[in-house]
């Protein structure tokens, strides 16, 4: 079956980094991209970006430009995420899933609590 | 910065039946992409619902069904039960945001 294990929680001080990890079992880890998915407490999820493992080509949501940066490691069927310049209000659940060809995660990892604070 | 508006909240009692609208813009719903359906339980990972407007995974009570139109969707519930009581959110493409989007989230409870 389909599992998708992601690393374990972190806590970061405001300005550090983070990088979590994905690691995919279960089906053809090239046959689909990767989504990153945040959700802080209380809140609806919030769309962070995806990865194409197959070629490792990635789109990221506007407001994540250029402080997040997704990374694939086909010989371990491993997708990370790394967010750099971490503010408190990137103090969230993050998930990894698997994104269908019709843009819907069929699959989620259990999700990585990411904490921000001084 | 969700631009998927859903009610906050549903409620009904055992057996009887809710829905919950999904409103886009003519960036996503309008513009004929695909809205989907997530169910979630405090604690855990999103589960999909509902995929490509009206389809249910395998495992998905029937009593889970959804529609969309134009820039709206719904998602119904027929035949309450105590387990569906969890948050509910949709999802869908946004052309001018080139990227997924999530909607507000639905709590629903069971009476």
């Known amino acids: 079956q389909v599992q998708l294990v992601q690393s374990g929680a972190e806590v970061k001080k405001p300005g550090a980094s983070v990088k979590v990890s994905c690691k995919a079992s279960?089906?053809?880890?090239?046959?689909?991209?990767v989504n990153w998915v945040r959700q802080a407490a209380g809140q609806g999820p919030e769309w962070v970006g995806w990865?194409?493992?197959?070629?490792?080509?990635?789109g990221y949501a506007q407001k994540f430009q250029g402080r997040v940066t997704m990374t694939r490691d086909t010989s371990i069927t491993t997708a990370f995420m790394e967010l750099r310049g971490l503010r408190p209000d990137d103090t969230a659940v993050y998930y990894c899933?698997?994104?269908?060809?019709?843009?819907?995660?069929?699959?989620w990892g259990q999700g990585t609590q990411v904490t921000v604070s001084s | 910065q969700s631009v998927l508006a859903q009610p906050p909240s549903v409620s009904g009692a055992p057996g009887q039946r809710v829905t919950i609208s999904c409103t886009g813009s003519?960036?996503?719903?309008?513009?004929?992409?695909?809205v989907h359906w997530y169910q979630q339980f405090p604690g855990t990972a999103p589960k999909l619902l509902i995929y490509?407007?009206?389809n249910r995974p395998s495992g998905v009570p029937d009593r889970f069904s959804a529609s969309k139109s134009g820039s709206s969707a719904s998602l119904a519930i027929t035949g309450l039960q105590p387990e569906d009581e969890a948050d509910y959110y949709c999802?869908?493409?946004?052309?001018?945001?080139?990227?997924?989007?999530f909607g507000t989230g639905t709590k629903v409870t069971v009476l």
């Open positions: 899933a698997t994104l269908t060809e019709y843009d819907y995660c069929d699959h």
């Open positions: 279960g089906y053809t880890f090239l046959d689909y991209d």
């Open positions: 990865i194409n493992p197959k070629d490792g080509e990635t």
């Open positions: 003519g960036s996503n719903l309008g513009a004929q992409y695909d």
């Open positions: 490509r407007n009206k």
């Open positions: 999802q869908s493409y946004d052309s001018t945001l080139s990227g997924h989007v």
